[in-house]
């Protein structure tokens, strides 16, 4: 099995760890409200990583995935209309929290490698938590979500492949030098 898939059903099966213990948190708001923030926080600040770093084609990756996660989980929504446990609505299947910020964290994953994903996948893992503590969603939102959007970011992210060799041209005085200049 791929290294990348272990970890990602690792992840998954810590979410359903966690909804076993969801009754415990005598915290519910904060574990909600941080839920929430997270949802825009991780992938406002993954995008603004490519930018920083100047990963154009991981920023456009990270949209194509994102959009297609957004896109699969309202259609889903509003098309199964499973009643919520809080009984709020009826679009509770599957989880936008939890689907947004994994693709988050799969796209971090996949395209700069797991150890700078472990983070992002604590921080979703987190997510998902707090919305089966909110009582918003059962285990089974959480996992499809979690699927949904390590799924749709596997289908756009390549793995970041840094410049390391640059072609140099130099003239001065009618001399002209061409050289390499490699990165390690």
């Given at each position: 099995m791929n290294k990348h898939?272990?970890?990602?059903v690792i992840t998954l099966f810590l979410l359903l760890y966690f909804y076993?213990?969801?009754n415990l948190s005598a915290q519910n708001k904060t574990v909600k409200d941080a839920g929430d923030v997270i949802l825009f926080a991780l992938p406002v600040t993954t995008l603004a990583?490519?930018?920083i770093i100047g990963d154009t084609k991981?920023?456009?990756?990270f949209t194509k995935g994102l959009l297609l996660t957004e896109a699969?989980?309202?259609g889903l929504k509003y098309g199964i209309d499973k009643e919520r446990p809080d009984k709020s609505n009826e679009?509770?299947?599957p989880s936008g929290h939890t689907s947004t910020t994994f693709q988050s964290a799969?796209?971090?994953?996949?395209?700069?490698?797991?150890?700078?994903s472990i983070p992002a996948y604590a921080l979703a893992g987190f997510t998902g938590f707090s919305r089966i503590n909110a009582k918003k969603h059962d285990g089974w939102d959480v996992f499809v979500g979690a699927v949904i959007g390590i799924g749709s970011s596997y289908l756009f992210t390549t793995e970041y492949q840094k410049e390391h060799l640059e072609l140099t041209f130099n003239s001065e005085d009618g001399d002209y030098l061409f050289g390499f200049n490699y990165k390690f």
């Open positions: 898939i272990s970890c990602n076993n213990f969801s990583t490519t930018f991981g920023s456009w990756q699969l989980t309202y679009h509770s299947f799969a796209f971090i994953h996949k395209r700069y490698g797991f150890k700078y």
